[in-house]
C-alpha cells in the first residue's frame, strides 16, 4: 500500500526541540520530492519545508528558515524534520506530503500533533 | 509573502455548479503553471484534487476542473454532491522556491 506515516509529534515546552519522522512504503521514496505541510488548531494549510529526491535541495519557509532543517534517509524510507527553537505560533498537525516537485503534494500521511507551551 | 486570497465560505444546492476563486499576484499564480486544489475534510488529511491548474489526479471525478487567467486561479465543481462540502484550498509555487497556500474556503452544500 502506498502510504506515509508521521510520528515524533507531542508537547514541547517554548525554545525546545523535536523531532519529527515520516516513514514511507510502496513507491520508490528517493524518486520523489516530499515536503511538510502544517496546520495550526483550526486554521489553514501552511507549507513548511521541502526536499527533492535522491537528497537533492531543501527549501523553507521564512517562518522556519534557521530553525528547522528538513533530511532524508533513503536507506530507511524516512523523512525527518528537526525543529530546534520552537515557538507557541509553531503549534500545529505536521502533514508530511510526497510531492510531483515540490509544487504540489499527491499523497498525504494523517499527520502528527505539535504543542508548544510552558 | 501572504497567503492567495480565496472566499471564506461558498454554497451551492445539490446538482448545482459552484466555483471557488483564488488570487495571488505576479510571483505566485501569475508566473507558473503550478497551481493546485486540495480537499479537506473534518479531522482528514488533504486531498489533491487538481495540479498545475487543470489536472486532475487519477481517481478525482471530472465534476472537478480548474482554470487560470492571469494571477487569478478557480475551482469550478459542476453537479454539486453532499460529499463535496469541505474545506478546499489553492496552492501555487513561487519565485522563492518556496508553496503558497490560499485562507481555505467552506463549501456547503445546502
Known amino acids: 500500500e502506498v502510504q506515509v506515516l508521521e510520528s515524533g509529534g507531542g508537547l514541547v515546552q517554548p525554545g525546545g526541540s523535536l523531532r519529527l519522522s515520516c516513514a514511507a512504503s510502496?513507491?520508490?521514496?528517493?524518486?520523489?520530492?516530499m515536503s511538510w505541510v502544517r496546520q495550526a488548531p483550526g486554521k489553514g494549510l501552511e507549507w513548511v519545508s521541502g526536499?527533492?529526491?535522491?537528497?537533492?535541495?531543501?527549501y523553507y519557509a521564512d517562518a522556519v528558515k534557521g530553525r528547522f532543517t528538513i533530511s532524508t534517509d533513503n536507506s530507511k524510507n524516512t523523512l525527518h524534520l528537526q525543529m530546534n527553537s520552537l515557538r507557541v505560533e509553531d503549534t500545529a498537525v505536521y502533514f508530511c506530503?510526497?510531492?510531483?516537485?515540490?509544487?504540489?503534494?499527491?499523497?498525504w500521511g494523517r499527520g502528527t500533533l505539535v504543542t508548544v507551551s510552558s | 509573502q501572504s497567503a492567495l486570497t480565496q472566499p471564506a465560505s461558498v454554497s451551492g444546492s445539490p446538482g448545482q455548479s459552484i466555483t471557488i476563486s483564488c488570487t495571488g499576484t505576479s510571483t505566485d499564480i501569475g508566473r507558473y503553471d503550478y497551481v493546485s486544489w486540495y480537499q479537506q475534510h473534518p479531522g482528514k488529511a488533504p486531498k489533491l484534487m487538481i495540479y498545475?491548474?487543470?489536472n486532475r489526479p487519477s481517481g478525482v471525478s471530472m465534476r472537478f476542473s480548474g482554470s487560470k487567467s492571469g494571477s487569478a486561479a478557480s475551482l469550478t465543481i459542476s453537479g454539486l454532491q453532499a460529499e463535496d462540502e469541505a474545506d478546499y484550498y489553492c496552492?501555487?509555487?513561487?519565485?522563492?522556491?518556496?508553496?503558497?497556500f490560499g485562507g481555505g474556503t467552506k463549501l456547503t452544500v445546502l
Open positions: 506530503a510526497k510531492g510531483m516537485g515540490i509544487r504540489n503534494f499527491d499523497l
Open positions: 498545475d491548474v487543470n
Open positions: 496552492s501555487s509555487y513561487t519565485t522563492t522556491n518556496s508553496v503558497i
Open positions: 510502496g513507491f520508490t521514496f528517493s524518486g520523489y520530492a
Open positions: 526536499i527533492r529526491g535522491s537528497g537533492g535541495s531543501t
